[in-house]
């Protein structure tokens, strides 16, 4: 397994966690192309050919008003996010074993949305679209492509999106959503994890160009 984070600090607390002879790091921009050529070609060399991409990476960006939301915070969003996806499938599908799986992480802001976060959403739609454009050039060699849409999840991203959600609300905004999930609770990260897991294995083996929501009803 390799993984692939900005932050060379946060891979070397990963590895240390994880402790394993099967993985490997890298770092790099996921919207830089010369990067994500480097790390599938780390993979390659010490992996062999890819089974399974999951393209996660993510960025808030800000939560406002659409005439004050910011132009270089919306571009670098897209960037992440969907730039981010694109060059990953671009230099990724290659290097892939027939009959494998890219999963790609949206949210459920890609099938839904509310006003504020004109970025996130923007870019989280715009993989939908990416995904299903993908999903129809892999089926030819078997490889599946989906996106995975989780609702508010009790990890440190979530917290930083209510954290500023909040102010602008004038309410707590976990308690807001938790309000707005029939039922009743964020999801955990390890119930994301089992989902992606569903798309990259072949429990899954006849779904492409699926968009998998996970979001207790939210979007319902």
């Not at 890219?102 to 923007?122: F, L, N, Q, W």
């Not at 309410?171 to 992606?196: C, D, K, Q």
Request: hydrophobic share 45%.
């Amino acid at each position: 397994m390799l993984l692939v984070d900005l932050q060379e600090a946060e891979l070397r607390r990963l590895g240390d966690q994880i402790a394993s002879e099967d993985l490997a790091w890298s770092v790099a921009d996921v919207t830089n192309a010369n990067d994500v050529a480097a790390y599938v070609a780390t993979a390659l060399e010490r992996f062999g050919k890819i089974d399974v991409l999951f393209s996660n990476a993510g960025t808030v960006g800000a939560i406002a008003p659409i005439a004050e939301y910011p132009e270089d915070v919306f571009d670098r969003v897209l960037a992440v996010h969907v730039k981010g996806a694109f060059l990953a499938c671009k230099y990724g599908l290659s290097a892939m074993n027939d009959g494998g799986s890219i999963v790609i992480m949206s949210s459920v802001a890609g099938v839904r949305a509310d006003p504020g976060p004109y970025g996130y959403v923007t870019a989280k739609h715009a993989q939908v679209g990416l995904m299903r454009a993908v999903a129809k050039e892999a089926a030819a060699r078997a490889i599946r492509v989906n996106s995975i849409h989780p609702g508010p999840v009790t990890n440190a991203f979530q917290r930083d999106v209510e954290d500023k959600l909040s102010g602008v609300l004038g309410t707590n905004a976990t308690a807001f959503f938790n309000e707005r999930i029939p039922l009743g609770r964020h999801a955990t990260p390890e119930e994301i994890a089992e989902s992606v897991l569903y798309l990259a294995s072949s429990q899954s083996g006849f779904t492409t160009g699926s968009t998998l929501i996970v979001d207790g009803g939210m979007s319902t």
